[in-house]
């Protein structure tokens, strides 16, 4: 028999998308203005929204957050992470630019980037991520470290 947690128990889970996008030796990133003293740097990400499934929540946020349609190319897997007493339940994915959409970006985000892998880790350095997760994503998906996209069932 198992006990139903109290509501003050429950877990504060956020669901959220990422996707690696890399081009030519650099990938994609969003610079966003999140209101402190210098602008952050993340994969284009976001939260999955009532109704969505992670596939269709980073087709969207892909689209708004950097203009890009993409053509999703694998699940780099569920990255879990606590912050501020929630925990981040993040499904990564690759994906290949495919169109250029050429709409406006999210209100949040300054603009869209193509970057190296130093230019990111000098970022990274400097404290500049707005996720810790952006280069562990990187070196899955640069070691090969990706899913078929059939592993995620969505009914």
Same mark, same amino acid.
């Given at each position: 028999?198992?006990?139903?947690?109290?509501?003050?128990?429950?877990?504060?889970?956020?669901?959220?998308?990422?996707?690696?996008?890399?081009?030519?030796?650099?990938?994609?990133?969003?610079?966003?203005?999140?209101?402190?003293?210098?602008? @952050?740097?993340?994969?284009?990400?976001?939260?999955?929204?009532?109704?969505?499934?992670?596939?269709?929540?980073?087709?969207?946020?892909?689209?708004?957050?950097?203009?890009?349609?993409?053509?999703?190319?694998?699940?780099?897997? @569920?990255?879990?992470?606590? @912050?501020?007493? @929630?925990?981040?339940?993040?499904?990564?994915?690759?994906?290949?630019?495919?169109?250029?959409?050429?709409?406006? &970006?999210?209100?949040?985000?300054?603009?869209?980037?193509?970057?190296?892998?130093?230019?990111?880790?000098? &970022?990274?350095?400097?404290?500049?991520?707005?996720?810790?997760?952006?280069?562990?994503?990187?070196?899955?998906?640069?070691?090969?470290?990706?899913?078929?996209?059939?592993?995620?069932?969505?009914?």
């Amino acid at each position: 028999m198992t006990s139903r947690a109290q509501p003050s128990q429950q877990p504060h889970i956020r669901a959220t998308v990422a996707c690696v996008i890399q081009r030519g030796g650099r990938y994609l990133m969003v610079e966003e203005d999140r209101g402190g003293p210098r602008t @952050l740097f993340n994969q284009p990400a976001g939260h999955i929204e009532a109704g969505e499934g992670p596939i269709a929540a980073i087709r969207r946020e892909v689209a708004e957050e950097t203009a890009w349609e993409v053509s999703l190319d694998g699940y780099l897997g @569920l990255y879990v992470f606590k @912050l501020n007493g @929630l925990t981040f339940h993040s499904h990564g994915f690759i994906a290949a630019p495919a169109h250029f959409l050429d709409t406006p &970006l999210d209100d949040d985000i300054q603009a869209a980037h193509w970057l190296t892998l130093d230019e990111i880790k000098a &970022l990274d350095a400097a404290g500049r991520m707005r996720s810790p997760l952006v280069l562990p994503r990187i070196d899955d998906a640069r070691a090969g470290r990706v899913f078929s996209l059939d592993v995620i069932h969505e009914r």
